[in-house]
């Protein structure tokens, strides 16, 4: 059989399952999500053995092993696991919300009601937390899901998957509304990309180049996640102590993440003083920096910033500065380089500060706080799918609400046109 | 210079134009969409000379000639237009509508807001008045847009644009708000495909054909619009005077567009009568019946219909017709050939129209009357950019809103993480 072929069989049977999601309510959603919070816990001993498995193998054969960390679960992350699926349960439901109604002067009552996507496909890279993570919020949202994580964590999220539907289907919830994909071939990720009819909407969560690929082959709708080149500005109004505890931190409180910061932009008027004082404290903190012509005059040991530099997302203790005229020479620089994710303004003139907001093209702009704040919990929005960097359907941190789509019901009495 | 590089010249253009319209007022919009009607108006002549030599050239040069009622325009249309912009500038402006917004217990204030997509793509075959109703509707909703028409109407295409940006730019529009591709080629819709970081997104509007290259193609995404294969199901419970009139109506009113029905799904209880009376209304109206085993024996003036059939936009006076065992029969039926356009049930039974309603995966679900209800004016939403039967982002008749996303403004105090 063809990988393709048996991607598709699989693809089949999420969307049979998916028709009937849709008719399942809230109480056995939530009942099913805490049957599979329970039976992690329950069934420990078997996911820690498969788990133990393939990290002794990634020890042996992998030369990455700085990603080791991500691959390795232990009892306290299962109950993080189970913690996750027990507070999607408690998230509100999006489905069978009404947010518009009206009746037309025919008499045509016409609804229009959240409904779940159908199927989701999630393709994602080593950590099995995603693996619970997408198959709860695709389950809570209604969908069924069909998922493909990495290759090195293919024996644990296997197990995962066989936990999670198990305990699923005990309390209701229909076969294969949890498929995952055993296929570790990229091709694989192809087949997925290809399934128009039978697959709804894909979410890649990964790197740069896993994003780039799915967007390249795929004929079904992709959400994209998760790239950031985030920008902090820094006016010539900011109020300064502010703006160098608040880029400092976007830069090093978590370096690996897409919501830290990779450039930082000074408005000429108080470059010389401010930019020696955050090169100091970067320094202190082992960040490199790399800058324009202006910042290695004013701090040698700044290295040059090639044009590559501006758009790459480090990930990493590596931070770009360079000086601009002004708010508007800020922009420009940000709207190109930038992967409309999160950029910051610091000042207190509230007219610089408006202008940014409106003209800066990103998901999420923000005045005196940091880029970091970008991530569903912060927002109030509970356990997300991923951070949207595209306008179409979602952009910024994606909850519940992203997984799901809408539809017209229309009642009538015999009305023809 | 090659294609993709003058399309990626003239997208770079609409960009730059983008992001100064995102700062551009309501009433600047709305003067420009009144300068753009009135100039319509007042240049005519220059409209029809060129539409008149495309038309004598389109009637010595091609074989499709039943399209050439598409091409022509007159004074007539040409008010029309006029009055479609006048009638966009009356549309409530979605822009910077907020949605949501939240304090934080950090005490950030989140706001979400609605802002425009920033490019807009629009492919679309040979009727002139697309032109106009997509340049309104972009710039009604704050975008740029790049318009790629069909070759046979380049010079009026050309001429109307040319007319709406002088226009919109002497009431203060940016230049390049309305970029249109005079590149006839096909290799300009797959150029425009590939332009990931300048167009937003791409809206298809033609056959399926079109439709289909554009989804091979893209790596901006796709919003697809208007392939219709729409059903009827005549249920047990059904007032039967009601499905012969709804039924009769869908099919014949316009059978060219998108929401009339293809297909007409009998329940076995009632066939027998049923059948006979609609296929009788069908034939004096000159519709084609193509039906299952069971509608032939029936009725032996229906033709034997293939499996093509059932998944066929005929867009024409032709219509499958098949007997179901019940509801869920006609649901699985629809699931399996609908285009997740439109599809109605007429019945008086509640319980079997909320189960077609919530298991129907179709933008628009009807109970006891048309599908050719599905649009924009009919819906009250004023002008549409077409109807999307995908699930991301929009669904069923798109206005305005439908041009938009949203991006989150946060304000914070110095907050870090």
Redesign the interface.
Known sequence: MLIKDLIAEQAQLAKVAA?KM??ITTETKNAALLAMAESLEKRQDEILAENAAEVEYFKKNSSRLHMLDRLILNPKRIKDMAEGLRQTALLPDPIGHEDFH?T?PNG?K?RRVRVP??VVGIIYEARPNVTVDAAALCLKSGNACILRGGSEAIRTNTKLTEILNDAAISVGIPEHAIEFIKITDRDAIIAMCRL?KLI??IIPRGGAGLIARV??HS?V???ETGTGVCHVYVDKKA?LE?AL??AL??KI??PSVCNSMETLLIHKYIAETFLLDIAKLMFENKVELRGDKECCRICPEIKPATEENWSTEYNDLICNVKIVDDVDAAINHI?KYNTQHSDAIITEDKAA?E?F???V??????????T???DGF???FGAEIGIST????A??PMGLEALT?????????????
Request: glycine letters at 8%; a positive charge; proline letters at 1%.
């Open positions: 028709l849709a008719g009206v037309r045509l016409i996507f159908g128009r709804d909407v967007v390249e004929v709708p992709v959400i109020n502010m505890k608040v931190s976007a409180s978590r709207n500060a202008k907001q409106t003209l093209d990103s998901a999420c702009v923000y005045v005196n706080t940091s970091r704040f970008t912060e927002f109030g595209q306008k179409l359907h952009r910024g789509t809408m539809k017209y019901l229309i009642e009538g009495n015999g009305q023809t046109r």
